[in-house]
């Protein structure tokens, strides 16, 4: 074990299978400076036929990114900050996510693409976004979202090994958090497994992304108020791990959702749905969802902060949920 | 195809020159404040300085009046003053404050002020064409003369929605002006790394008048940007100008705290500083015996206190409360 950025850990898993797959190449805008750091070295370890900077060209960067995967080459596209993949949305929405059936499942779909998620830092609303929820909707890509640096890095290796397309969420805030990662080379995290961050039996709280970290706050702070708090990371959003979910709340009988997306149509609101379908009868109170407004995020910091889930919201909700 | 050429010998007098000068200059000190309170850590976000490039705006927006629209980039302080925005709204902006240009609720890289026509800065690359074409069309159809600008970056001139762009504008004979400021980076890439060819090529294959200039030579913006948009409000169609400048700030203020290593030589910075346009518009008016000494000093005083009073403002202005979000986000409407 080894301690290391969220970055870091990405960085790690790239070292390791481009290594491991000499076909696997990686393009991005700026990928060679590598403004957040996950992509730092990597060109001038496997040079410019695999490691290259892009024009600013995303529908471009996108389609090819498809492209290449079909023709046979794992492609790594990386596209900064998420609100750019909307530039790009084409390549992911129309192609990555629809062609393996369109094509009557000949198409093996070997790309990653790759974009920093979340507020909290003043970028103003075009880069702020929490986009999830738009790629859950899309019918044929995998999402992983991680919060901690041991995921980050057993997604982003599994990702590279599969041949689905990934969308691979990094929060950004987050990204500088420190935590320990394995130093096999074979270390995969699964896609569709839920990772149980604590046990608890009075209330599930499921965490998203930069929820986790507040969520474990508030898992504290509930304690120390006599409240045992099971906290759950799906870690994966496609495909979602909700027959753990669902077996917790079957448990607790109360649930918390936790998700920096906008509330409406969120990670959030499809858990719920889904648990109300499937857990009903074991409910003891309604479920509670953490998320933001639906609203574009607002560039003063106070607003910023005011409208961004915080543990302190998550214990709020909790002991709303406890009272019912 | 033959196109129609866009130099004339037209000259803005020295009037109007120095009130070009007494611009550019508004720009360069409004920057270097919110240049220095970026590296203070006084504000919320990053902020992406275009000194050096003052020339172009300024002389650009001359042409124009508020009843023009002018889209913008993430490089949009410049574009914002150029236009007639106040010091006092764009400072308070990028320091979050409720007295800001969008309340503080955009920031530096949405700087925005619909009364001047500021159709706005912004953070999506290329983003800024488009809607600057959409108020061309607008334009277009209210009949009066109106013409836009769109202002964007070499970089941004490999994002489709320009080839989309001119495609169109040609078709329609859009009131519109394509001004690429190719400062020769995109981000921190070399622009001929992700450029290929001549941008201006690009332009020229769809058939509108074209023309490369120096960018920091104002008044070679101002006689190209005088014909061009004389023919957008005559119903002529779109041109291009590229013109060639440079950053003498970072892409961001922010940069030397994740760089490993520099992207360009303190030497190409240097060459560059020697071209600066603000010393360059100065020297002229002294060699037309326009301007003295006395006069340079008056202006940078003038522009001091202007800058000075819109920090002010801003310190003392309240951080946007959320109700103005809620009011904000839909007309009569809540969401
Ligand atoms: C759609 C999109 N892709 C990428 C970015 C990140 N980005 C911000 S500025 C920039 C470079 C822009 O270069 P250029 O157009 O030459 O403008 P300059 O910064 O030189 O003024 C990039 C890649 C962005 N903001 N939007
Ligand atoms: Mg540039």
Redesign the interface.
């Known amino acids: 074990m080894v301690k290391m950025r969220l970055t870091q850990a990405i960085n790690a898993a790239y070292f390791e299978e481009m290594e491991r797959n000499e076909r696997i190449v990686l393009f991005g ?2 990928v ?2 590598s ?1 957040f ?1 996950d992509t ?1 070295g990597l060109h001038a370890k496997f040079g410019s036929k695999r490691v290259r ?8 960067m996108t389609g090819m990114a498809v492209g290449a995967a079909m023709a046979g080459t794992p492609t790594i596209c990386h596209l900064m900050f998420s ?2 993949a909307l ?1 790009g949305f084409d390549g992911i929405a129309n192609q990555a996510a629809k062609l393996r059936l369109m094509t009557g499942g000949q198409a093996r779909l070997p790309v990653t693409f790759v974009a920093a998620i979340g507020a909290g ?7 702020s976004d929490t986009p999830y929820p738009m790629f859950m909707n899309l019918g044929g890509i995998n999402i992983a979202v991680p919060a901690t640096p041991a995921d980050a890095k057993g997604l982003m290796k599994s990702a590279l090994r599969g041949f689905n397309p990934t969308i691979f969420l990094l929060p950004r805030v987050r990204g500088a958090t420190a935590g320990e990662v394995s130093e096999d080379p074979d270390f995969l995290v699964p896609y569709g497994k839920a990772s149980v961050l604590q046990e608890g039996t009075d209330i599930t709280i499921v965490a998203i992304g930069s929820c986790v970290n507040h969520a474990v706050r508030a898992a504290k702070a509930l304690k120390e108020d006599g409240v045992s708090v099971e906290l759950i990371d799906p870690r994966t959003l496609v495909p979602l791990d909700t027959d753990t979910i669902v077996a917790s709340v079957r448990k607790t009988g109360r649930l918390v959702v936790a998700d920096e997306a906008r509330d409406r149509c969120s990670a959030a609101s499809h858990i719920a749905a889904v648990v109300g379908d499937e857990a009903f009868s074991s409910l003891r109170a309604p479920i509670k969802r953490v998320t933001a ?4 995020m ?6 910023e902060r ?2 961004l889930p915080d543990p302190e919201k998550i214990v709020a909700a909790a002991m709303l949920t406890m009272a019912g | 195809m033959s196109q129609p050429d866009l130099h004339h010998n037209f000259t803005p007098g020295p009037e109007r020159l120095k009130a070009m000068l007494e611009r550019m200059l508004l720009i360069r000190r409004t920057e270097e404040q919110l240049g220095a309170d970026s590296r203070s850590g006084e504000l ?3 902020v992406h300085l275009c000194a050096g490039q003052e020339a172009i705006a300024v002389a650009v927006c001359d042409h124009l009046s508020d009843d023009d629209y002018v889209g913008s980039t993430h490089r949009g302080h410049g574009h914002f003053l150029a236009k007639g925005g106040s010091a006092k709204s764009l400072i308070a902006e990028v320091h ?2 409720s007295s800001g240009a ?1 309340g ?7 700087v925005t002020d619909l009364s001047k026509g500021m159709i706005g800065a ?6 800024g064409i488009g809607l600057a074409a959409g108020a061309a069309l607008s334009a277009q159809v209210a009949g009066q003369g109106q013409v836009a600008v769109a202002f964007f970056g070499d ?2 001139s ?3 929605i320009l080839s989309e762009v001119m495609n169109i504008a040609v078709l329609w004979k859009l009131p519109l002006l394509l001004v690429c400021e190719y400062n020769g980076y ?4 070399a622009s001929a ?3 290929a060819g001549e941008i201006a090529d690009r332009a020229r294959a769809f058939g509108m008048p074209t023309e490369v200039i120096d960018g920091n030579d104002l008044e070679a913006v101002w006689a190209v940007a005088a014909v061009a948009i004389d023919r957008a409000r005559k119903g002529e169609g779109p041109s291009f100008i590229e013109a060639k400048t440079y950053r003498l700030r970072g892409h961001l203020e922010a940069e030397d705290g ?3 290593a520099p ?1 360009r030589s303190e030497d190409e910075i240097d060459q560059w500083r020697t071209r600066d346009p603000i010393p360059r518009l100065a020297q002229r008016l002294v060699e037309l015996s326009a301007l003295t000494a006395t006069d340079i000093e008056a202006l940078e005083a003038n522009v001091a206190a202007e800058v000075k009073d819109a920090l002010q403002f801003a310190h003392e202005s309240e ?2 409360g ?1 109700e103005r ?2 009011s904000s ?1 839909f007309v009569d409407q809540r ?1």
């Open positions: 805008e700026d060679e400076v403004m750091g730092r900077n892009t024009p600013i060209s995303e529908s471009a609100n750019f530039t830092t003043s970028t103003g609303a075009q880069h407004p639906n609203i574009p607002p560039y003063a910091p106070a607003l005011a409208l | 919320p976000g990053n979050g404050k969008c503080g609720l955009g920031g530096s890289m949405h912004n953070g999506i690359v290329g983003g970089g941004a490999s994002q489709g995109s981000e921190f890439s790394t992700v450029n994740f760089l490993q992207y951080p946007p959320m979000v809620l986000v969401p």
